[in-house]
């Protein structure tokens, strides 16, 4: 892969992956209501991104979200940015029965997809599906703090993704 299709591929997996996990994370059993109940605001945060190359790059994000009256479902903007790409995210997520469903589109790239997956207390695992990629991830709630995992499966040469964010 030639370094000027290097950021565009990044981006689009990033996007993908990013625009439907972030939103999801939320303390379960510290709140009462539904479980987005505690996400409302501005979060913000970063970490790394390792690419099938063996290089890494930094990541730095912010993200706003509007959660609804029970907490099940919210609206987010995401925006996220490395020395290469910038990424702006939008997404409607909802849980029902400890089920996870949501769309997102990106903008920069005109891409959008779909995720499925369940909700526990304290844990996310889902799948991420868009045209050309796919990713299993995982995120995991500490009070006002969230850490994502994601490990696409196709249609980038991202491997990983670790982010940690915080609410503030």
Same mark, same amino acid.
């Given at each position: 892969?030639?370094?000027? +299709?290097?950021?565009?591929?990044? =981006?689009?997996?990033?996007?993908?992956?990013? &625009?439907?996990?972030?939103?999801?994370?939320?303390?379960?059993? *510290?709140?009462?209501?539904?479980? @987005?109940? =505690?996400?409302? %605001?501005?979060?913000?945060?970063?970490?790394?991104? #390792?690419?099938?190359?063996?290089?890494? /790059?930094?990541?730095?994000?912010?993200?706003?979200?509007?959660?609804?009256?029970?907490?099940?479902?919210?609206?987010?903007?995401?925006?996220?940015?490395?020395?290469?790409?910038?990424? /702006?995210?939008? %997404?409607?997520?909802?849980?029902?029965? $400890?089920?996870?469903?949501?769309?997102?589109? /990106?903008?920069?790239?005109?891409?959008? &997809? +779909?995720? #499925? &997956?369940?909700?526990?207390?304290? /844990?996310?695992?889902?799948?991420?599906?868009?045209?050309? @990629?796919?990713?299993?991830?995982?995120?995991? @709630?500490? $009070? +006002?703090?969230?850490?994502?995992?994601?490990?696409?499966?196709?249609?980038? *040469?991202?491997? +990983?993704? *670790?982010?940690?964010? &915080?609410? $503030?």
């Amino acid at each position: 892969m030639s370094d000027l +299709n290097q950021p565009k591929s990044l =981006g689009f997996g990033l996007a993908l992956a990013l &625009g439907l996990v972030l939103p999801l994370a939320s303390p379960f059993a *510290a709140v009462a209501g539904g479980p @987005f109940a =505690g996400l409302s %605001g501005y979060w913000t945060g970063g970490g790394t991104i #390792s690419l099938d190359n063996g290089s890494s /790059e930094r990541i730095r994000c912010k993200a706003v979200y509007a959660v609804n009256d029970t907490g099940n479902a919210l609206n987010q903007s995401l925006r996220c940015a490395s020395d290469s790409y910038r990424l /702006e995210i939008s %997404g409607n997520i909802s849980v029902s029965g $400890g089920q996870v469903t949501g769309t997102w589109g /990106e903008a920069t790239r005109h891409a959008n &997809g +779909n995720i #499925s &997956g369940r909700a526990s207390n304290s /844990e996310i695992q889902a799948r991420v599906d868009g045209a050309g @990629f796919s990713a299993g991830l995982e995120v995991r @709630f500490h $009070g +006002n703090k969230q850490s994502v995992s994601i490990r696409p499966t196709s249609g980038t *040469a991202i491997t +990983n993704v *670790a982010i940690t964010l &915080g609410k $503030g």
